[in-house]
């Protein structure tokens, strides 16, 4: 849709363009990532937007610690990625599945960016639940110049919250190597087939047996458990109830509290078994 109230619009082409930038970012002028967000509902307070997209910043870099992705790379560029090209990292299975939690069209795919889907923080972002469960770190872009880092589940604090100051905008998401080794599981419950996670969860197993959930869309912000190895199921079950505790199951039209914590603890029952069997 028009935003009607936007009167500037900038597309930095480089760095330090964006740089010069971000002193002027606050609640009425924002980074646009994709804008399949932005531009989908009224956004009255926006007088003005700064585009990441002509940054050119390469979308996925390999190298020995990992991978690292930029705030604009799109989904369709990660679920395109072949898991074949990275045989000593499995995890990359999961980019793919982590896409297709986003039920829209490739079209939308192809216009939403890790950054935009991170920065919204909606409970279901699955960018958030890829990152959660991979020990994903952000490099956020200050406005006095510099840049800090922060992993991405302490970045989401609530449904639609970051802990982004005014001004400051993710660069990047880095994906550790020793999260890659890992194999991965991943399950998903929504209303209906095309409908939007109301639970969706991500595990990981690494080659010396340590064992990570990540928890999303039933909680309003991601939560991780860690465990040295697979724990027995009761542990499991526990440790997810004491999330719900914590943090209060989500509660929107797309499920109820209940049913969130009854498909989340049928979910990481589901992984736990998935990835307890070998190594
Ligand atoms: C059919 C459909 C289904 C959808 N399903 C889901 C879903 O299941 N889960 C879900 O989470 N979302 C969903 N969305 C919402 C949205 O499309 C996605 O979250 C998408 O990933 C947002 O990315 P974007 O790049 O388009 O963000 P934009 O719309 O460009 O921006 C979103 C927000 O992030 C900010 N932002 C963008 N990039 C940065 C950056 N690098 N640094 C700081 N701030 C930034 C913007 O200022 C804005 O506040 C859906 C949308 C549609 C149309």
């Avoid at 004491?242 to 199951?249: E, K």
Wanted: charged share 20%; proline share 9%; hydrophobic share 45%.
């Amino acid at each position: 849709m028009d935003l009607l109230t936007v009167e500037t619009f900038t597309r930095p082409a480089d760095d330090d363009g964006l740089r010069a930038l971000l002193p002027t970012l606050g609640p009425d002028r924002t980074p646009l990532g994709g804008g399949s967000w932005l531009f989908s509902v009224p956004q009255p307070h926006l007088v003005g937007l700064v585009d990441l997209t002509a940054l050119g910043w390469e979308p996925v870099v390999a190298d020995a610690g990992g991978l690292t992705l930029a705030a604009t790379a799109t989904l369709a560029t990660l679920a395109d990625l072949d898991p074949s090209s990275y045989p000593e990292w499995p995890a990359v299975a999961l980019f793919a599945g982590c896409c297709e939690a986003l039920v829209g069209s490739r079209k939308i795919w192809h216009t939403a960016t890790v950054g935009g889907n991170v920065c919204l923080a909606l409970p279901a972002a699955p960018m958030v639940t890829l990152a959660a469960v991979l020990d994903g770190e952000a490099t956020i872009w200050t406005p006095g110049g510099g840049s800090r880092r922060a992993p991405v589940v302490d970045l989401v604090v609530g449904a639609q919250r970051t802990s982004l100051a005014p001004g400051e905008v993710l660069r990047a998401i880095a994906l550790p190597a020793a999260a890659l080794r890992a194999r991965t599981a991943l399950r998903r419950a929504s209303l209906s087939p095309l409908g939007r996670s109301a639970s969706l969860l991500a595990g990981r197993r690494g080659p010396d047996g340590g064992f990570v959930l990540a928890v999303t869309a039933a909680l309003p912000r991601p939560a991780v458990l860690r465990y040295d190895d697979v724990p027995p199921a009761g542990t499991l079950a526990a440790d997810v109830e004491a999330l719900g505790d914590a943090h209060g199951w989500y509660d929107d039209p797309h499920g109820t509290p209940a049913w969130r914590r009854a498909m989340t603890l049928r979910g990481a029952e589901e992984i736990r078994r998935e990835l307890g069997e070998g190594r």
